[in-house]
Protein backbone atom coordinates (compact mmCIF):
# COMPACT_ATOMS: atom_id res chain seq x y z
CA UNK A 1 0.00 0.00 0.00
CA UNK A 2 1.62 3.20 -1.01
CA UNK A 3 2.55 5.62 1.26
CA UNK A 4 0.99 9.46 1.84
CA UNK A 5 2.81 12.39 2.06
CA UNK A 6 2.93 12.63 5.90
CA UNK A 7 4.45 9.18 6.09
CA UNK A 8 7.26 9.56 3.60
CA UNK A 9 8.32 12.96 5.17
CA UNK A 10 8.66 11.74 8.56
CA UNK A 11 11.64 9.67 7.06
CA UNK A 12 13.74 12.60 6.10
CA UNK A 13 12.25 15.35 8.39
CA UNK A 14 11.46 15.37 12.41
CA UNK A 15 7.97 16.83 12.38
CA UNK A 16 6.88 19.44 14.44
CA UNK A 17 3.07 20.67 15.01
CA UNK A 18 2.70 24.56 15.02
CA UNK A 19 -0.39 24.89 16.99
CA UNK A 20 -1.54 25.37 20.54
CA UNK A 21 -4.66 22.88 19.96
CA UNK A 22 -4.03 19.26 22.28
CA UNK A 23 -6.37 17.87 20.09
CA UNK A 24 -4.83 18.43 16.84
CA UNK A 25 -1.31 16.86 18.57
CA UNK A 26 -2.83 13.87 19.63
CA UNK A 27 -4.46 13.30 16.14
CA UNK A 28 -1.12 14.07 14.17
CA UNK A 29 1.36 12.84 16.83
CA UNK A 30 4.36 14.70 16.01
CA UNK A 31 7.69 14.46 17.39
CA UNK A 32 7.99 17.89 18.95
CA UNK A 33 5.63 20.76 19.07
CA UNK A 34 6.05 24.72 18.86
CA UNK A 35 3.69 27.93 20.08
CA UNK A 36 3.52 31.75 19.57
CA UNK A 37 1.89 34.16 20.85
CA UNK A 38 -0.85 34.32 18.12
CA UNK A 39 -2.04 30.28 18.75
CA UNK A 40 -1.49 30.94 22.73
CA UNK A 41 -4.05 33.69 22.37
CA UNK A 42 -5.99 31.82 19.96
CA UNK A 43 -6.10 28.30 22.12
CA UNK A 44 -6.88 30.04 25.33
CA UNK A 45 -10.47 31.04 23.82
CA UNK A 46 -11.19 27.25 23.00
CA UNK A 47 -14.08 26.90 25.41
CA UNK A 48 -11.95 23.42 26.19
CA UNK A 49 -9.28 24.69 27.75
CA UNK A 50 -11.02 27.19 29.76
CA UNK A 51 -9.70 25.11 33.22
CA UNK A 52 -6.40 25.66 32.48
CA UNK A 53 -6.68 29.68 31.64
CA UNK A 54 -9.18 29.57 34.84
CA UNK A 55 -6.23 27.72 37.08
CA UNK A 56 -3.36 30.12 35.81
CA UNK A 57 -5.20 33.38 36.45
CA UNK A 58 -6.41 32.30 40.03
CA UNK A 59 -3.01 31.35 40.96
CA UNK A 60 -1.51 34.23 39.50
CA UNK A 61 -4.27 36.67 41.83
CA UNK A 62 -2.95 34.15 44.69
CA UNK A 63 0.83 34.75 44.25
CA UNK A 64 0.30 39.07 43.57
CA UNK A 65 -2.33 39.80 46.12
CA UNK A 66 -6.00 41.04 46.21
CA UNK A 67 -4.45 44.69 45.92
CA UNK A 68 -3.29 43.77 42.45
CA UNK A 69 -4.99 45.02 39.70
CA UNK A 70 -6.24 42.99 37.11
CA UNK A 71 -4.01 43.80 34.59
CA UNK A 72 -0.85 43.17 36.54
CA UNK A 73 -2.50 39.72 37.11
CA UNK A 74 -3.35 38.99 33.57
CA UNK A 75 0.51 40.33 32.55
CA UNK A 76 1.89 37.35 35.29
CA UNK A 77 -0.76 34.93 34.22
CA UNK A 78 0.21 35.11 30.40
CA UNK A 79 3.84 34.36 31.24
CA UNK A 80 2.78 31.44 32.91
CA UNK A 81 -0.13 30.47 30.78
CA UNK A 82 2.65 29.68 27.73
CA UNK A 83 4.18 27.18 30.40
CA UNK A 84 0.97 25.69 31.50
CA UNK A 85 0.06 25.13 27.67
CA UNK A 86 3.98 23.43 27.26
CA UNK A 87 3.69 21.06 30.23
CA UNK A 88 0.53 20.06 28.40
CA UNK A 89 1.68 19.74 25.44
CA UNK A 90 5.25 18.01 26.44
CA UNK A 91 2.69 15.08 28.06
CA UNK A 92 1.25 14.44 24.84
CA UNK A 93 4.57 14.66 22.22
CA UNK A 94 7.43 12.68 23.03
CA UNK A 95 9.86 15.78 22.26
CA UNK A 96 10.16 19.10 23.09
CA UNK A 97 8.05 22.05 23.09
CA UNK A 98 8.95 25.70 22.26
CA UNK A 99 8.18 28.50 24.68
CA UNK A 100 8.20 31.96 23.18
CA UNK A 101 9.57 34.92 25.51
CA UNK A 102 7.88 38.12 25.05
CA UNK A 103 8.37 39.66 21.95
CA UNK A 104 7.96 43.15 23.23
CA UNK A 105 11.25 42.56 24.79
CA UNK A 106 13.16 41.46 21.35
CA UNK A 107 15.69 44.30 21.26
CA UNK A 108 16.74 43.88 24.73
CA UNK A 109 19.09 41.58 25.44
CA UNK A 110 18.59 41.27 29.61
CA UNK A 111 15.77 41.48 29.69
CA UNK A 112 15.18 38.56 26.95
CA UNK A 113 17.60 37.29 29.68
CA UNK A 114 15.45 37.36 32.49
CA UNK A 115 12.46 35.97 31.07
CA UNK A 116 13.64 33.39 29.77
CA UNK A 117 15.49 31.77 32.98
CA UNK A 118 12.15 32.40 34.72
CA UNK A 119 10.56 30.61 31.77
CA UNK A 120 13.19 27.27 32.41
CA UNK A 121 12.54 27.79 36.06
CA UNK A 122 8.68 27.24 35.82
CA UNK A 123 9.54 23.99 34.02
CA UNK A 124 12.23 22.92 36.57
CA UNK A 125 10.00 23.10 39.41
CA UNK A 126 7.75 20.68 37.30
CA UNK A 127 10.03 18.72 37.03
CA UNK A 128 10.56 18.93 33.12
CA UNK A 129 14.75 18.47 32.20
CA UNK A 130 15.89 21.29 29.89
CA UNK A 131 16.57 18.71 27.13
CA UNK A 132 12.38 18.87 26.44
CA UNK A 133 12.61 22.90 26.71
CA UNK A 134 13.60 25.23 23.62
CA UNK A 135 13.03 29.06 24.70
CA UNK A 136 11.87 30.92 21.30
CA UNK A 137 13.50 34.54 20.90
CA UNK A 138 13.21 36.77 17.66
CA UNK A 139 16.35 37.08 15.67
CA UNK A 140 17.60 40.55 16.35
CA UNK A 141 20.97 41.08 17.13
CA UNK A 142 20.17 41.75 20.76
CA UNK A 143 17.91 38.17 20.97
CA UNK A 144 20.93 36.43 19.29
CA UNK A 145 23.13 37.73 22.09
CA UNK A 146 20.88 36.65 24.78
CA UNK A 147 20.07 32.96 22.96
CA UNK A 148 24.56 32.90 23.01
CA UNK A 149 24.44 33.47 26.82
CA UNK A 150 21.27 30.83 27.66
CA UNK A 151 23.16 28.17 25.64
CA UNK A 152 26.18 28.87 27.92
CA UNK A 153 23.93 28.02 30.77
CA UNK A 154 22.44 25.15 29.02
CA UNK A 155 19.40 26.69 28.13
CA UNK A 156 18.20 25.45 24.38
CA UNK A 157 16.81 28.17 22.39
CA UNK A 158 15.18 28.25 19.11
CA UNK A 159 15.37 31.60 17.01
CA UNK A 160 12.20 32.44 15.68
CA UNK A 161 11.30 35.43 13.32
CA UNK A 162 14.18 34.66 10.93
CA UNK A 163 14.06 35.93 7.36
CA UNK A 164 17.56 36.60 6.44
CA UNK A 165 20.76 34.89 6.07
CA UNK A 166 23.02 37.08 8.42
CA UNK A 167 20.51 36.21 11.21
CA UNK A 168 20.57 32.69 10.36
CA UNK A 169 24.83 32.63 10.78
CA UNK A 170 24.79 34.82 13.70
CA UNK A 171 22.48 32.33 15.14
CA UNK A 172 24.43 29.54 14.39
CA UNK A 173 28.03 31.36 15.48
CA UNK A 174 26.07 31.93 18.67
CA UNK A 175 26.24 28.35 19.05
CA UNK A 176 22.46 28.18 19.47
CA UNK A 177 20.24 24.87 19.27
CA UNK A 178 17.78 25.52 16.43
CA UNK A 179 16.47 28.10 13.80
CA UNK A 180 13.06 28.83 12.21
CA UNK A 181 13.30 30.41 8.93
CA UNK A 182 9.64 31.33 8.06
CA UNK A 183 9.03 30.72 4.68
CA UNK A 184 5.41 32.01 3.97
CA UNK A 185 5.95 35.15 5.03
CA UNK A 186 8.83 35.10 2.91
CA UNK A 187 6.32 34.08 0.12
CA UNK A 188 4.14 36.79 1.39
CA UNK A 189 6.17 39.60 1.21
CA UNK A 190 7.33 38.42 -2.77
CA UNK A 191 4.32 38.42 -3.97
CA UNK A 192 3.33 41.62 -2.61
CA UNK A 193 6.74 43.39 -3.86
CA UNK A 194 6.40 41.50 -7.55
CA UNK A 195 2.85 40.85 -7.98
CA UNK A 196 4.18 37.36 -9.42
CA UNK A 197 3.31 33.97 -8.18
CA UNK A 198 5.81 31.92 -7.25
CA UNK A 199 5.81 28.03 -6.70
CA UNK A 200 7.62 24.56 -6.04
CA UNK A 201 11.53 25.33 -5.64
CA UNK A 202 11.44 28.81 -6.70
CA UNK A 203 9.63 29.84 -4.21
CA UNK A 204 11.43 32.85 -2.26
CA UNK A 205 10.89 31.22 1.15
CA UNK A 206 12.02 27.83 0.03
CA UNK A 207 15.40 29.05 -1.13
CA UNK A 208 15.64 30.99 1.78
CA UNK A 209 15.61 27.93 3.93
CA UNK A 210 17.71 26.07 1.60
CA UNK A 211 20.38 28.33 1.57
CA UNK A 212 20.47 28.23 5.39
CA UNK A 213 20.29 24.53 5.59
CA UNK A 214 23.04 23.95 2.29
CA UNK A 215 24.92 26.70 4.39
CA UNK A 216 24.58 25.15 8.22
CA UNK A 217 25.61 21.65 6.62
CA UNK A 218 28.74 22.82 4.17
CA UNK A 219 30.64 24.34 7.17
CA UNK A 220 29.37 21.83 9.79
CA UNK A 221 27.06 23.83 12.27
CA UNK A 222 25.55 22.22 15.08
CA UNK A 223 22.70 24.24 15.02
CA UNK A 224 19.81 22.85 13.53
CA UNK A 225 16.91 24.47 10.83
CA UNK A 226 13.32 23.57 11.45
CA UNK A 227 11.74 25.63 8.63
CA UNK A 228 8.35 27.63 9.63
CA UNK A 229 5.58 29.06 8.53
CA UNK A 230 4.20 27.36 5.73
CA UNK A 231 1.50 28.32 3.01
CA UNK A 232 0.69 25.17 1.05
CA UNK A 233 1.89 21.10 1.29
CA UNK A 234 4.29 22.21 -1.74
CA UNK A 235 6.46 24.09 0.12
CA UNK A 236 6.90 21.71 2.72
CA UNK A 237 7.21 18.70 0.33
CA UNK A 238 10.39 20.90 -1.28
CA UNK A 239 11.49 21.04 2.09
CA UNK A 240 11.89 17.39 2.56
CA UNK A 241 14.92 16.77 4.25
CA UNK A 242 15.25 19.71 6.33
CA UNK A 243 16.27 18.85 9.80
CA UNK A 244 12.86 19.99 10.87
CA UNK A 245 9.47 21.51 9.78
CA UNK A 246 7.21 23.00 12.25
CA UNK A 247 3.34 22.26 10.54
CA UNK A 248 0.09 23.64 11.30
CA UNK A 249 -2.57 21.14 11.58
CA UNK A 250 -4.87 22.18 8.56
CA UNK A 251 -1.30 21.25 6.44
CA UNK A 252 -0.73 18.02 8.41
CA UNK A 253 -3.82 16.72 7.77
CA UNK A 254 -3.37 17.97 4.19
CA UNK A 255 -0.21 15.67 3.66
CA UNK A 256 -1.53 12.89 5.43
CA UNK A 257 -4.48 12.36 2.69
CA UNK A 258 -2.25 13.16 -0.43
CA UNK A 259 -0.52 10.37 -1.95
CA UNK A 260 2.14 10.02 -4.07
CA UNK A 261 6.41 10.25 -4.06
CA UNK A 262 8.15 12.68 -2.18
CA UNK A 263 11.83 12.57 -3.14
CA UNK A 264 14.33 13.80 -0.57
CA UNK A 265 15.17 17.51 -1.35
CA UNK A 266 17.92 18.69 1.06
CA UNK A 267 20.40 16.13 1.69
CA UNK A 268 23.75 16.88 4.04
CA UNK A 269 26.29 15.07 1.66
CA UNK A 270 24.72 17.26 -1.01
CA UNK A 271 25.60 20.12 0.91
CA UNK A 272 28.94 19.33 1.86
CA UNK A 273 30.33 19.81 -1.63
CA UNK A 274 28.64 23.05 -2.60
CA UNK A 275 30.71 25.62 -3.61
CA UNK A 276 29.38 28.49 -1.20
CA UNK A 277 31.91 30.76 0.86
CA UNK A 278 32.19 31.52 4.41
CA UNK A 279 30.01 34.78 5.44
CA UNK A 280 31.87 36.75 8.58
CA UNK A 281 29.39 38.29 10.75
CA UNK A 282 29.17 41.18 13.54
CA UNK A 283 27.37 43.63 14.71
CA UNK A 284 28.13 46.10 12.10
CA UNK A 285 28.10 43.42 9.45
CA UNK A 286 24.49 42.16 10.78
CA UNK A 287 22.70 45.43 10.89
CA UNK A 288 24.57 46.54 7.09
CA UNK A 289 22.87 43.42 5.46
CA UNK A 290 19.77 43.38 7.68
CA UNK A 291 19.17 47.09 6.64
CA UNK A 292 20.27 46.15 2.71
CA UNK A 293 17.92 43.33 2.74
CA UNK A 294 14.27 45.30 2.77
CA UNK A 295 11.94 42.06 3.08
CA UNK A 296 13.94 40.86 6.32
CA UNK A 297 13.79 43.95 7.89
CA UNK A 298 9.81 44.16 6.89
CA UNK A 299 9.07 40.93 7.86
CA UNK A 300 10.93 41.09 11.12
CA UNK A 301 9.54 44.69 12.71
CA UNK A 302 5.91 43.10 11.11
CA UNK A 303 6.53 39.46 13.27
CA UNK A 304 7.58 41.47 16.73
CA UNK A 305 5.04 44.01 16.04
CA UNK A 306 2.38 41.31 15.19
CA UNK A 307 3.37 39.20 18.20
CA UNK A 308 3.23 41.99 20.56
CA UNK A 309 -0.30 42.85 19.48
CA UNK A 310 -1.05 39.44 20.09
CA UNK A 311 0.14 39.23 23.78
CA UNK A 312 -1.57 42.92 24.15
CA UNK A 313 -4.76 41.13 22.97
CA UNK A 314 -4.36 38.07 25.07
CA UNK A 315 -3.59 40.06 28.53
CA UNK A 316 -7.09 41.79 27.88
CA UNK A 317 -8.41 38.87 27.13
CA UNK A 318 -7.29 37.55 30.45
CA UNK A 319 -8.42 40.57 32.66
CA UNK A 320 -11.54 40.24 31.80
CA UNK A 321 -11.96 36.39 32.00
CA UNK A 322 -10.39 37.16 35.79
CA UNK A 323 -13.32 39.69 36.56
CA UNK A 324 -15.55 36.96 35.57
CA UNK A 325 -14.17 34.78 37.59
CA UNK A 326 -13.75 36.84 40.42
CA UNK A 327 -17.31 38.51 40.72
CA UNK A 328 -18.35 34.61 41.15
CA UNK A 329 -16.84 34.20 44.28
CA UNK A 330 -18.34 36.26 47.08
CA UNK A 331 -15.75 38.13 49.10
CA UNK A 332 -14.26 36.98 52.38
CA UNK A 333 -15.32 38.77 55.59
Same mark, same amino acid.
Given at each position: +????? @? ?17 ? +? $? ?40 ? &? ?59 ? /? ?6 ? =?????? /? ?24 ? =? ?55 ? +? ?7 ? $? ?7 ? @? ?5 ? @?? /? ?16 ? &??? +? ?27 ? /? ?5 ? &? @? ?22
Amino acid at each position: +MPQNL @LEQLRKYTIVVADTGDFEA +M $EKFRPQDSTTNPSLIATAAQMPQYQPIVDSVLLEARKELGPK &ASDTDVANLAFKELAVAFGKKILAIVPGRVSTEVDARLSYDTEATLAQARGIVAQYDKAGI /GRNRILVK =IASTWE /GIRAAEVLEQEGIHCNLTLLFGVHQA =IAAADARVTLVSPFVGRILDWFKKDTGKEFHGANDPGVMSVTKIYNYYKKFGYKTVV +MGASFRNIG $EITELAGCD @LLTISPQ @LL /GELEATQGDLPRKLDPEA &ASS +MPLEKIVINKQSFERMHAEDRMATDKLKE /GIEGFSA &A @LVKLEALLAVRLAELESRVPAST
